[in-house]
């Protein structure tokens, strides 16, 4: 049974100080890797465990091939500013290839996490000599998971699986008692920037979780650069997430007068403080207008916008 710790009553200090003398204890003489996505949750993780490991933590952040454009370098490049070294290990052709043929979610977030844990890190680990794994797990992926909503890639020990038996190392998760409100709080007391800390959420499956039907590198890549328009667009909306879906079937649409089969984008927007509840954000008309002439106008292919104006629940968030 997790102890929630609400973000309304927390000590931030004290939060801190528990979590670095918990990490120490844990790892004790030995080495550990953390998993560094440039999200809030892995952010603050990684800053905790540098705090309290210093040189025996090694930072890691895994190209995929799911990510959006660009975050490997930007994320690297931030924390250097933060004394943080950061490793990018380049796992693309893993992951697609775990992927290839699968179109059900559930399969897809299974793909994910068997290469991830087993295959990618399972690697480093062994090449590093490190016995244990720092990640940001948080308490709204546990409730998902736990309730079978969806399976969140980081939930284990809920499950009953063991990932020392499993993958062959330990997995610390110093913040499975908060929610995202929480690790925001402890992300500003930890010194990350306010643009980390308000950043909003980021799937652990990344953009394979926005791809209805086989995420293909193609697929992939028109998710990603719609995901680009919708979030240039909406960085100022104040929404807790924004995001670009890629449905799975051609829909017919007209360009230069002819006839085109072609693809379709979603849109989703929330108003939300922990994820466990949401609404769509009531976004002026224009705006969704503007965004669906600039993705037909910049994502080739795509013939039809949509907005999605289904609360959570019953809806979800994220689509996969």
């Not at 500013?81 to 559930?106: C, H, N, S, Y």
């Not at 736990?146 to 499950?159: E, P, W, Y």
């Not at 008692?177 to 010194?191: F, N, S």
Request: one cysteine or more; hydrophobic letters at 45%.
């Amino acid at each position: 049974m997790i102890t929630e710790v609400k973000a309304k009553g927390l000590n931030t200090r004290n939060f801190i100080a528990q979590k670095i003398a918990e990490i120490r204890a844990a790892v004790g003489d030995a080495s550990a890797i953390n998993a560094l996505s440039g999200g809030v949750d892995s952010s603050t993780v990684t800053l905790l465990g540098h705090r309290a490991l210093g040189k025996r933590l090694t930072t890691v952040f895994v190209e995929n091939g799911l990510m959006r454009d660009g975050e490997p370098r930007q994320v690297a490049a931030l924390f250097r500013k933060l004394k943080v070294p950061v490793e990018i290990v380049d796992a693309r052709a893993e992951f697609f290839a775990a992927l290839k043929g699968l179109t059900d979610p559930e399969e897809k977030r299974e793909a994910i996490t068997q290469t991830f844990y087993r295959h990618v890190f399972g690697r480093i680990v062994r090449e590093s000599g490190a016995r244990f794994l720092l990640q940001g797990t948080i308490l709204t992926d546990v409730d998902e998971t736990v309730a079978g909503i969806k399976r969140q890639h980081n939930v284990f020990a809920q499950l009953g699986i063991d990932p020392q038996a499993a993958f062959g190392y330990g997995i610390i998760e110093p913040l499975i008692q908060l929610r995202k409100d929480g690790v925001r709080k402890v992300g500003m007391a930890l010194g990350l920037p306010e643009s980390t800390c308000r950043r909003i959420p980021f799937p652990g499956p990344a953009l394979a979780a926005r791809v209805i039907g086989e995420a293909t590198p193609e697929r992939i890549a028109t998710v990603r650069k719609a995901t680009a328009v919708v979030e240039h667009h909406l960085k100022g909306a104040r929404a807790f997430q924004y995001l670009a879906i890629l449905h799975a079937d051609r829909v017919t649409g007209m360009r230069a007068g002819r006839r085109e089969f072609g693809q379709q984008i979603e849109i989703r927007c929330w108003d939300s403080i922990d994820a466990r509840v949401a609404t769509p954000t009531r976004l002026p008309f224009a705006t969704l207008q503007q965004l669906a002439a600039d993705i037909v106008k910049k994502v080739p292919g795509v013939v039809s916008v949509t907005y999605n104006i289904t609360a959570k629940p019953p809806s979800t968030i994220e689509a996969v």
